[in-house]
């Protein structure tokens, strides 16, 4: 049974920084393209990074480039969210997904294939 458990998240103030980790299991981790996604109160599902198998190629959303950094260790099965200089507009429930399609697009939440259950991220002064 796959499952992806997120952890890091809680409430802290503006310009501090915060760790994401997501660690998977039953699955083959280092063939999976990971993400990360968030969601305040709402339908959307917005993307925020996305790092591919090997870790060589990332991606990221406009709103965080230049305060988030995506990373993964295969050899832990776990795949990380730095965020740095958070804002109040970055509070959400915060998701790892893992997506096993070849040459998936990163940024679309129906590409991917396994999901964790969040962890809330909430940014207050």
């Known amino acids: 049974q796959v499952q992806l458990a997120e952890s890091g998240g809680g409430l802290v103030q503006p310009e501090v920084s915060l760790r994401l980790s997501c660690t998977a299991s039953?699955?083959?981790?280092?063939?999976?393209?990971m993400g990360w996604f968030r969601q305040a109160p709402g339908p959307v599902r917005e993307f925020v990074a996305a790092?591919?198998?090997?870790?060589?190629?990332?991606n990221y959303a406009d709103s965080v480039k230049g305060r988030f950094t995506i990373s993964r260790d295969n050899a832990e099965n776990t795949v990380y969210l730095q965020m740095n200089n958070l804002k109040p507009e970055d509070t959400a429930v915060y998701y790892c997904?893992?997506?096993?399609?070849?040459?998936?697009?990163?940024?679309?939440?129906?590409?991917?294939?396994?999901w964790g259950q969040g962890t809330q991220v909430t940014i207050s002064s």
């Open positions: 039953g699955l083959t981790f280092s063939s999976y393209t």
């Open positions: 997904a893992a997506g096993i399609k070849y040459g998936l697009r990163s940024s679309d939440p129906s590409e991917y294939n396994y």
């Open positions: 790092i591919r198998r090997s870790g060589s190629g990332t």
